[in-house]
């Protein structure tokens, strides 16, 4: 298969790698043997296009799970916090001790 092929010689460029980065690049390749047979429906003449396309949407689809979760944690961060001993975090302490002495 055209993966296999493709995926011995790129681990050639493995073998000189750093360690951590051997780790990221064998996650990489994982990719591109995940999506490789969607991608292996493209009619190109360069047969490492389809594996470039399958890595890249790979990459990709982490990138969007990715922002989607940077939201979600940005939104829960904007939230007001609604107890009271919160709410005194929320004010300066000249306020909190205003505040207090007032009541």
Do not use: W
């Not at 298969?1 to 051997?22: H, I, N, S, Y």
């Amino acid at each position: 298969m055209v993966v296999e092929a493709e995926t011995a010689k790129l681990k050639k460029f493995q073998d000189f790698l750093r360690v951590e980065d051997k780790l990221v690049f064998h996650d990489l390749l994982g990719q591109c043997k995940l999506y490789a047979p969607y991608a292996s429906t493209m009619a190109s003449p360069v047969k490492e296009v389809p594996l470039l396309i399958s890595m890249l949407f790979g990459q990709h689809k982490k990138i969007i799970e990715l922002e989607k979760k940077v939201l979600t944690l940005g939104t829960i961060l904007k939230k007001p916090l609604t107890n009271t001993a919160s709410s005194d975090l929320q004010q300066s302490p000249t306020e909190a001790l205003a505040a207090k002495q007032s009541s």
